[in-house]
Nanobody, 124 residues
Framework: QVQLVESGGGLVQAGGSLRLSCAAS????????MGWFRQAPGKEREFVAS????????YYADSVKGRFTIFRDNAKNTVYLQMNSLKPEDTAVYYC?????????????????WGQGTQVTVSS
């Protein structure tokens, strides 16, 4: 079973940047597709971005396309989410997640394992 630990969240002003990291252990990292989701208070958990095993394919929610970048380092068993031009509406708990499935993985049910989440707060 894989374990996921996120880090890098915090408080940032609108227009600023943050980089989230997610370290994986317990399973061969390169055998997993990875994703980032977020959940704001009172809202459902929503898809942010996903990346294939090799890193060659990435997918983004329309709300973050052009501002966020997902990438991975299989040698370090880590996936990242670079967030630029942050907006107050990006405020949420961000979750790292992993799956053995293939394809466009954008549903909560597509993923098997979740991290504990890291808070991102963007002030206006």
């Amino acid at each position: 079973q894989v374990q996921l630990v996120e880090s890098g969240g915090g408080l940032v002003q609108a227009g600023g940047s943050l980089r989230l990291s997610c370290a994986a252990s317990g399973r061969t990292f390169s055998s997993l597709a990875m994703g980032w989701f977020r959940q704001a208070p009172g809202k459902e958990r929503e898809f942010v971005a996903s990346i294939s095993r090799s890193g060659g394919r990435t997918y983004y929610a329309d709300s973050v396309k052009g501002r966020f970048t997902i990438f991975r380092d299989n040698a370090k068993n880590t996936v990242y989410l670079q967030m630029n031009s942050l907006k107050p509406e990006d405020t949420a708990v961000y979750y790292c997640t992993a799956t053995t499935r293939y394809g466009f993985l954008h549903l909560v049910g597509d993923y098997d394992v979740w991290g504990q989440g890291t808070q991102v707060t963007v002030s206006s």
